[in-house]
């Protein structure tokens, strides 16, 4: 199982950034898939999570009306579009799964939102 994130970097308040986890190994498809974010001295946190069919989505509080999770099965590829970003969205970005009883993680990317 591997999960390769993509698409982070520094971005100014307000601004827009997508990021992307390509997934290999499983049968994409028929697992939920999230990202976790995990900002300096702080604790890793659920930030969005979508099911296999893309049939629901949910969203922590901090970033719902700002962040869309969505999914191509056809890539297997799960996004993440982070809108009008704040300087608490800092942090490093993961993609996750949970395959064969054991949670699964990529190797994260690092958003910066600064002026």
């Known amino acids: 199982v591997q999960l390769v994130e993509s698409g982070g970097g520094l971005v100014q308040p307000g601004g827009s950034l997508r990021l992307s986890c390509a997934a290999s190994?499983?049968?994409?498809?028929?697992?939920?898939m999230s990202w976790y974010r995990q900002a300096p001295g702080k604790e890793r946190e659920l930030v969005a999570r979508?099911?296999?069919?893309?049939?629901?989505?949910s969203y922590a509080d901090s970033v719902k009306g700002r962040f869309t999770i969505s999914r191509d099965n056809a890539k297997n590829t799960v996004y993440l579009l982070m809108n009008s970003l704040k300087s608490e969205d800092t942090a490093v970005y993961y993609c996750?799964?949970?395959?064969?009883?054991?949670?699964?993680w990529g190797q994260g990317t690092q958003v910066t939102v600064s002026s």
């Open positions: 996750y799964t949970f395959y064969n009883v054991t949670p699964r």
């Open positions: 190994g499983f049968t994409f498809s028929r697992h939920s």
């Open positions: 979508i099911t296999s069919a893309a049939a629901s989505t």
